[in-house]
């Protein structure tokens, strides 16, 4: 009794395979469980063919979007890469802008500087020329650079010794680590804008300076026309005219116009001007026989008619009559050259000096000569001793002014004296 084989609870038959290939035939029985192991193999590996096909297919589409976001992001970040190097390319220029700005700016105030410190050393003649006590101190603003100078700018320090350097400082730590980058805080002050308020404050230093040394020069300038005009109003009441002693120096110099020339410069003009007038002045001044001859002696004649002592007549007197001890030095009026030193006549022993611009003075009835003829004196020099040599009822000091000959009153010139003496 043959017992069917049963696949998956059917009986089957078992199957026979002929193949016939010319006189040969060949014949394979297959089971059922043998088919049935076949197709499922043949299942699996279909199945393993077409998961594998999936994979492949699925794979390629995911490293083609892996690929995809990958060059989207590369070419996201070249993009910031270029926005960031944009960005410090415009602010590399920006600093370079500024360093050229600076440097422009430190040249500009350095020539500033030196064009005042020039200033004042074209001022210190003039000013030792102005003064009339050499060893009192005129003082002139001048700029003076501080190396440890200062500013502060909202609550930063900010080193003046930027003026010197001669490139753009880089920004200090503390400052890099308040930087937004690529922008920098706004809120924040930077090293351009805290030099530019510092070129601000210094140039402002540097022009009141200059606007100090224009007012100096100007106060100095009409101080001397002041006293030039003391001076030749008291020589005028003297009966000198100081237009006649100078003004007739040879000069010179280029024609400018007046917009050529600063108003520093135009200034300093004027007062060169005026101290070469009260120079002139002074010197004329000095020559003019404007000092007492013997300071603190009493006046017992004044120079006019008056009673002749000897004779008790009404008689001209030519000079002024100072009462002395015999000894008393007599002093020269004013500088000149001796041009008489000896006895003459009524005069006694008497000096004549020649003072120019034809006034002499005469000292007469000294008791001795210290002078002689051709020698040069200056006002104050001791030219003799009070006596009472020639016609004198007593020592004394006869003392005249001449001009071009004639006596004429030396009180004038005494007045006169007193009046500029100060001013010499």
Known sequence: MNIQPTVFGKRKEPHTVIIARGDRIRHFTIRPWVAALAGTAMAVIAGGYLVATAYLVVRDDLMGAAMARQARMQQAYEDRISTLRAQVDRITSRQLLDQQLMERKVSKLIERQEQLTKR???????????????????????????????????????????????????????????????????????????????????????????????????????????????????????????????????????????????????????????????????KTARQVPIANPLPGARVTSMFGTRRDPLLGRRAHHSGMDFSGKTGTPIKAAGAGKVIRAGWNGGYGRMVEIDHGNGLTTRYAHMSRIDVGVGDKVSPGSVIGKVGSSGRSTGPHLHYEVRKSGKPINPLRFIKAGRNIQRLL
């Open 120 to 282: 004042h050393g074209r001022l210190e003649p003039i000013l030792e020329r102005s003064r009339p006590d050499k060893h009192t101190a005129v003082p002139l603003p001048s700029p003076r650079p501080q190396k440890d100078a200062s500013l502060q700018l909202r609550g930063t320090t900010v080193d003046t010794t930027i003026l010197t350097a001669s490139a753009y400082a880089p920004a200090p730590a503390a400052a890099v680590s308040a930087m937004r980058w690529p922008i920098r805080d706004r809120a924040q002050p930077s090293e351009a804008d805290q030099a530019d308020r510092l070129f601000v404050a210094i140039n402002r230093s540097l022009r009141d300076i200059e606007s100090e040394q224009i007012a100096r020069v100007e106060v100095l300038a009409e101080e001397a026309y002041q006293t030039a005009e003391e001076i030749a109003q008291a020589l005028a009441e003297a009966g000198v005219r100081p237009a006649d002693n100078f003004g007739t120096e040879a000069v010179g110099g280029p024609l400018l116009a007046a917009g050529q020339i600063g108003p520093f410069d135009e200034k300093v003009r004027e007062l060169d001007e005026a101290l070469n007038t009260l120079e002139q002045l002074k």
